[in-house]
């Protein structure tokens, strides 16, 4: 297996294409390794670093896996892949159960950070957080408020990751 460096610049509309209908997002805390489907990030240039920032509900366990540690990676499907994984590693939730295994998904060792990447979902953003920022209600434009927080409190944290590495896994 071989790892292709690309540079986020030229592929970062790629990335963004790909968030409908979903990417992933890998991470690691002791042994447990837990994906989930995200929908909504963003991927720029602050501190003169490039930064991907994804935006967690503080209820799902991606998020307590990320307060216990800070890295994680963006996995990006590449021409045909498993689309039932998508829905299977967004309704699912790491707590009650190994959803990688279930998902059949093959894990694959990291160049930088400790999480790992996923051969079927082959271009990978190694990230490792700067910054988190929680969202909140008072702040919020009342028009997303109504559409996406009718239930419950704005409740996402944008986690600001700076991108340390960037490649496709290859066979
Ligand atoms: C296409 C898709 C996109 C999603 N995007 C996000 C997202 O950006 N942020 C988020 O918090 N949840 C998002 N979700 C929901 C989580 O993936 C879902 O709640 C998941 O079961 C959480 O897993 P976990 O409890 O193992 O962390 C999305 C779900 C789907 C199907």
Same mark, same amino acid.
């Given at each position: 297996?071989?790892?292709?460096?690309?540079?986020?610049?030229?592929?970062?509309?790629?990335?963004?294409?790909?968030?409908?209908?979903?990417?992933? @997002?890998?991470? !690691? /805390? +002791?042994?447990?390794?837990?994906?989930? $489907?995200?929908?909504?990030? *963003?991927?720029?240039?602050?501190?003169?670093?490039?930064?991907?920032?994804?935006?967690?509900?503080?209820?799902?366990?991606?998020?307590?896996?990320?307060?216990?540690?800070?890295?994680?990676?963006?996995?990006?499907?590449?021409?045909?892949?498993?689309?039932?994984?998508?829905?299977? @590693?967004?309704? !699912? /939730? +790491?707590?009650?159960?190994?959803?990688? $295994?279930?998902?059949?998904? *093959?894990?694959?060792?990291?160049?930088?950070?400790?999480?790992?990447?996923?051969?079927?979902?082959?271009?990978?953003?190694?990230?490792?957080?700067?910054?988190?920022?929680?969202?909140?209600?008072?702040?919020?434009?009342?028009?997303?408020?109504?559409?996406?927080?009718?239930?419950?409190?704005?409740?996402?944290?944008?986690?600001?990751?700076?991108?340390?590495?960037?490649?496709?896994?290859?066979?």
């Amino acid at each position: 297996m071989t790892k292709r460096p690309i540079d986020i610049r030229e592929c970062a509309g790629d990335i963004i294409r790909a968030m409908r209908p979903g990417i992933l @997002l890998t991470t !690691k /805390s +002791g042994e447990k390794v837990n994906s989930m $489907a995200i929908g909504w990030g *963003t991927i720029g240039i602050e501190w003169e670093k490039p930064i991907f920032i994804a935006f967690v509900r503080t209820c799902r366990f991606t998020h307590e896996m990320l307060q216990s540690n800070g890295e994680f990676t963006i996995n990006v499907p590449v021409g045909d892949f498993p689309r039932k994984a998508i829905g299977f @590693l967004g309704s !699912k /939730s +790491g707590r009650d159960m190994d959803k990688i $295994a279930e998902a059949g998904l *093959t894990l694959v060792e990291p160049n930088i950070i400790s999480v790992p990447g996923l051969k079927e979902f082959p271009l990978t953003l190694e990230c490792r957080v700067l910054y988190q920022q929680q969202q909140n209600d008072h702040e919020l434009n009342e028009d997303i408020k109504r559409r996406f927080y009718t239930m419950e409190t704005a409740d996402h944290t944008a986690f600001y990751a700076e991108i340390v590495d960037a490649y496709v896994i290859e066979d």
